[in-house]
């Protein structure tokens, strides 16, 4: 069982390093230029690190059920207590993701193409004003020339 604390240990560690890794992409930047056509209010929901109250919490309730017992009767509330753990870490991570003020601004890039990007609120943007769309995808960002 101690095997398996270690190869579990180990996946959890991996899996938050690989996505810090891919997350970031190193190189050019897309920029488009275009005018604000509409500014609406929005909320963006946290994506960040989802997962790790499950991960955190299966890791404690594994680490204490590991106390209880001995033999079969200690596997068992190890398996519980890592179950058990992840289903709390996951409820407890939930109540801590709340969205977050945003807006949508939709421009009209120089190819008369509409582009709806939504992101934290900049209060520096305005209605009919020349900006630059950086990036594209979910990590596209409209700022100000």
Request: proline share 3%; aromatic share 4%.
């Amino acid at each position: 069982m101690k095997t398996f604390v270690r190869w579990l240990v180990a996946f959890a560690v991996l899996t938050e390093v690989s996505a810090q890794v891919f997350a970031q992409k190193p190189g050019e930047i897309e920029i488009r230029q275009g005018v604000v056509e509409q500014i609406s209010a929005a909320q963006i929901h946290s994506n960040h690190h989802k997962g790790v109250g499950a991960v955190v919490g299966g890791l404690g309730g594994l680490g204490i059920g590991s106390l209880i017992g001995g033999g079969t009767g200690r596997d068992v509330a190890m398996v519980v207590g890592a179950i058990g753990g992840a289903l709390l870490g996951n409820e407890a991570q939930k109540k801590h993701d709340q969205p977050q003020s945003a807006q949508q601004v939709i421009v009209r890039v120089r190819s008369g193409v509409l582009v709806a990007i939504t992101q934290p609120v900049d209060p520096r943007l305005k209605v009919g004003q020349r900006v630059y769309i950086e990036g594209s995808g979910e990590g596209a960002r409209v700022v100000p020339q």
